[in-house]
Nanobody, 127 residues
């Protein structure tokens, strides 16, 4: 059973950088598309970006040019590099495994099947 664990969150000053990792166990990510999302308590979940199995990426307008998603299949890990962080980026970030990207979101091909989600990592941008 695929399990995802996010790490690398923390407190950073505005303008600073953080890199989140999404490490998988129980199955390989090699053929999966991985999406990054963020959601504050009580808020709507927001797609941040997606990386396909062949390395193509897509980003939301709110993070384009500041965030970069990459993957290391040998380490079974996907990364979210976040630069020029703003206080508005403060929230919990989640990774999710699916089959393909459409734009900056990740989807499953089989109708009714669910994405595999990590438990999230808190990112706080504050001076």
């Amino acid at each position: 059973q695929l399990q995802l664990v996010e790490s690398g969150g923390g407190l950073v000053h505005p303008g600073g950088s953080l890199t989140l990792s999404c490490a998988a166990s129980g199955a390989t990510l090699e053929h999966s598309a991985i999406g990054w999302f963020r959601q504050a308590p009580g808020d709507v979940r927001e797609g941040v970006g997606c990386i396909s199995s062949d390395g193509n990426t897509g980003y939301s307008d709110s993070v384009k040019g500041r965030f970069t998603i990459s993957r290391d299949n040998a380490k079974n890990t996907v990364y979210l590099q976040m630069n020029s962080l703003k206080p508005d980026d403060t929230t919990v970030y989640y990774c999710a495994a699916g089959d393909y990207c459409s734009g900056y979101n990740v989807f499953k091909r089989e109708r009714g099947s669910s994405l595999h989600w990590g438990r999230g990592a808190q990112v706080t941008v504050s001076s």
